[in-house]
């Protein structure tokens, strides 16, 4: 079970932290990521750690969100600094374990003033 939490409403150049549990897994050998969507649109990639902690960000978020992994806590996280109203979405975990995809619910940021 993959479980994403932590979203809600920010005004512009504040900060939000994601929470991502997963469970029924074997979450350190995992790799993890962050997607977004927006009405309308395709779900599109934010940031990835592989298992061995290896990060990468898209360009549009880059300098200003940190992707991490507490392999003790079985959490991945997500760190949103100086967010801007297109940060606005629906952000979804995805962890690839073994071959298979899992998918969070899906939690709702919103960056307005």
């Known amino acids: 079970q993959v479980v994403a939490s932590g979203g809600g409403m920010v005004q512009p150049g504040g900060s939000l932290r994601l929470s991502c549990t997963a469970s029924?897994?074997?979450?350190?050998?995992?790799?993890m990521s962050w997607y977004r969507q927006t009405p309308g649109n395709q779900r599109d990639w934010v940031a990835s750690i592989s298992s061995d902690g290896v990060t990468l960000v898209a360009e549009s978020v880059e300098g200003r969100f940190t992707i991490s992994r507490d392999n003790v806590k079985n959490t991945l996280l997500l760190q949103m600094n100086k967010v801007k109203p297109e940060d606005t979405a629906v952000y979804y975990c995805k962890v690839v374990n073994r071959g298979s995809v899992y998918w969070g619910q899906g939690t709702q940021v919103t960056v307005s003033s």
């Open positions: 029924g897994l074997s979450f350190s050998s995992s790799g």
